[in-house]
């Protein structure tokens, strides 16, 4: 959290239709939690009619709304053509009635010492152009100052012809600095939408791209975030923190929040560059980008997606020992949007669905372990006596080394308030003992269950969140009397 792009002949023409799925969705009356019909949503895609493993997974127009059950097709066919072929058309079709130039796609690939793994997924998303927008677009590569020879590796893909750029970002190092970089670059091309791709993915497809952008580029979206499969010790910030807070602060159900791997539309992006300068001073230049951006765009657009993209593969990290700074940016950065939009969150009560473009395909989830041991020993260790956090939760760490749920949500509720009354990052700080506590108990309760038991229990969650939010909104009114 991949395979290399076919290099085959490209001119080879490809045609075929596909059968829409919905992704299948039941209710309980009283809670707000979803029951997925994982069997029908993991089913093989039937192939389309002459063309290759790639494209058969990666078929144009499904578009499938679990929140309404009603699929929109559009046209499913596609032609592939060679790089040259691609080229040529895209310098017809791109210049305009008025004379200007437009181009249909960007794809931004942030990086810092990925030498290793930047070559494929250039590749990768060279060839998702050309199968599905016609060549129309450039990949473009954002690097913090790598060492290991990054830049030279992405220079050097073969890229079927279409234009390639490499350029070293300005600003605070981090992620944040290089999308927004690689937001500008885009403005100046005039491209209709932009798909961000993390430069260490293994698992990335030619028909990532058309999932990420289609929606944009067909006028369903402007914000197109992934969903994907994922083994259940992965993503640990995005299951306990940053999936349920969105949705019950916002009431969206966007599954990876912070995922890595979006698409963004022209408007979202003029939106974003919008901001005050003195946010890319802030954790947003940094791992605060993603949870930003999704917070952004359902608040001030409202128009968002989730793209199916099958499993994730790519440089895992153990939350107790690679994931202190990119909790502390992260949740930093949620902390402050939660004041940015507090008109919003505290009249919001219901959760809705967000669509689903596309059908995940039928993929194994690599299997990955995490240090239990090692996270109920960080809890006690790292964790301090604060005046904000009651006794009772403070024991239970210290005694187990370990979070109930309840409790965490809790802590991670009075952290918020906290925050907002000081706006001190040592309220975050404060909070990751508690966050490796609630990670090593996650794990022992999933540690039995399958990947889709797993992901039906994080969504099961929303219902502790949900009901301690009145609490939450309860000691925000005391703040604000203050």
Known sequence: MGESASGSDRSQKARGAFRVRSLQIRYKTSRPEIRQSWRSMLQRERPCKGGREDFEKGRRGNFSSPLRSVSLQGDCRTQLRSGKEALQFRETRRHTEQGGITMKVVVGIP????????????????????????????????????????????????????????????????????????????????????????????????WWVERLAGPVLKGEADYVTPFYLRHRFDGTITNNVCFPMTAVLYGKKVRQPIGGDFGVGRKLLEIYLGKPKEIWNTDVARFGIDIWMTTTAINESGRVVQAALGTKVHDVKDPGKHLKGMFLQVVGTLFELVITYENVWKEIWKIEDVPIYGETPQEEVPSMSIDIGNLKKLARETLEEVEYIDRGILSEVKESGTLSLSSWVDTLYRSAVQYRKTRDKKVVENLLP?????????????????????????????????????????????????
């Not at 997924?121 to 060839?127: D, E, G, I, M, P």
């Not at 969140?465 to 909104?473: A, D, M, V």
Request: net charge negative.
């Open 111 to 206: 990086s810092y010492n990925n030498a290793e793994t930047i070559s494929h997924v250039a590749r990768t998303a060279a060839q998702g152009i050309v199968d599905f927008f016609d060549g129309d677009g450039m990949i473009v590569n954002s690097d913090g100052g790598s060492a290991d020879g990054t830049r030279e590796r992405f220079m050097e893909t073969d890229t079927f012809g279409l234009p390639k750029e490499s350029f070293v970002y300005e600003g605070l190092p981090g992620k944040g600095s290089a999308m927004r970089a690689i937001m500008e670059f885009a403005l100046k091309q005039d491209a209709e939408a932009v798909v961000f791709l993390d430069a260490d993915l293994r698992s990335v497809k030619p």
């Open 434 to 482: 508690f966050y490796f506590a609630r990670t090593a108990r996650f794990a022992e309760e999933v540690k039995s269950l399958s990947d889709e038991e797993a992901e039906r229990y994080v969504y099961e969650q929303l219902d502790v969140f949900l009901e301690k939010k009145h609490s939450l909104r309860e000691e925000w009114k005391v703040e604000d009397k203050r």
